[in-house]
Every structure is written in C-alpha cells, then in structure tokens.
C-alpha cells in the first residue's frame, strides 16, 4: 500500500479533511487530520496496521519487546499493531508534568518502539524517548501511519510511517492568495467538522 492509498484511507472516513481550516494552534493548512474519525473503523485500522508491520519488518527492526504509545489514538494503533507481531502493548501517559508507564511495567534494558496514529512534531516522539531513557529503556524505532512533522530533526531512531503529509501552514497574515479564497473552517479536535 502507498502513501496515496493510506491517505484516501484517511479521506474514506474523513479523517483527512481538505479545504481551508484555521488549526487549533492558529495557523492556518489547506488539510486537517481529525484521525479520531479513522479510529472509529476498526477494520481500516488492522489493514494499516498490517502495512506497518511490513515496513517494520523491511527496516529489520525486530528485536523489541513492547510498543509503547504517548498518547491514546497511539494506544489503539499499538494493540493492533501488537497483536499482529505478538509483542506487548502499553500506553506512556503524563502524570504531574512526567511521562510514565504507571502501573505498567517493563524490565529496564528492554527494547521499545514507539508507535503513534499521526506524528504531528517531533516533541512528543523526543519526550518519549527521554522519558523513556530515564527509565533505562531503549527506543529501537517509531513508527506512525502519518508523518505530519514539517521539521527534520534527528530522533536518534528511525521514524517509519506509511505516508509522509508535509503540508506548509501559514500564519493570519501570510495565507496564500488560492487559499485565502477558499472560506476558512475553524478546525477543532473535540468536536466533527
């Protein structure tokens, strides 16, 4: 599956919204990604989920025990994506400003990859792995169905997704003039748009 076929995956079940929308942060993308609307087809999500695994395996980036996850759309992605590979599972959430595995527990020294539905920026990946690194847990890889990050930062581990967004966003007074005529949608990730 290319990176096309993901991303009319997304269309399908409108988790790639394409127009003019005013993104929570303010600036302003011809696309938005609501990728709750994606988590709701469970079916959609085992087919990427298989893709994933592919492109895992192509990298020959095996030797792991868990995926762990940072945030909750990851969670979903995670035991999926798990499952297929027999590997474990867990969620890294934030609790009193530090990420942490909570009740969870993996031995230190293991391997992990991290896996999210979109990585948007890089910061939550590099927080992970910190947070992670604190554990004494080391990140072999993380992987995500879409790259959105516009930033090429070194993560010190491959970033593996099954299709790159890299669209520009643009500040109020720097819309481009096919855009700015296009009416502007407030984007908003509590509510469907």
Same mark, same amino acid.
């Given at each position: ?8 995956v ?16 303010g ?14 087809? $469970? ?20 030797n792991? !025990?868990?995926f762990? =996850?940072?945030? *909750?759309?990851?969670l979903?992605? =995670? ?8 590997k ?24 992990v990859?991290?896996? +999210?539905?979109?990585?948007? !920026?890089?910061?939550? /990946? ?6 992670? +690194?604190? *554990?004494?847990?080391? !990140?072999?890889?993380?992987? /995500? ?7 090429? !930062? ?9 299709? $790159? ?17 296009? $009416? =502007? ?6 509510? =469907?748009?």
């Amino acid at each position: 599956m290319g990176p096309n076929a993901v991303l009319d995956v997304f269309r399908e079940t409108k988790a790639l919204k394409e127009g003019h929308f005013i993104l929570p942060s303010g600036w302003h993308s011809s696309a938005y990604l609501q990728r709750q609307k994606l988590l709701e087809y $469970p079916e959609k999500i085992e087919i990427l989920s298989s893709e994933l695994v592919k492109k895992i395996a192509a990298n020959e980036l095996l030797n792991f !025990t868990h995926f762990v =996850a940072p945030s *909750l759309g990851g969670l979903i992605v =995670a035991h999926q994506t798990a499952r297929i590979m027999q590997k474990s599972a867990l969620w890294i959430r934030r609790e009193s400003g530090n990420l942490t595995t909570g009740h969870a527990s993996i031995p230190q020294k293991s391997n992990v990859f991290i896996i +999210q539905d979109v990585v948007e !920026t890089t910061h939550l /990946c590099l927080s992970t792995i910190q947070a992670l +690194q604190s *554990l004494n847990i080391n !990140t072999v890889g993380i992987a /995500c169905f879409i790259d959105r990050s516009l930033r090429d !930062t070194d993560l010190g581990v491959p970033l593996i997704s099954l299709a $790159p967004l890299k669209l520009p966003v643009y500040s109020a007074d720097n819309v481009p003039k096919e855009l700015a005529e296009i $009416p =502007a949608i407030q984007a908003n990730p509590d509510h =469907a748009i």
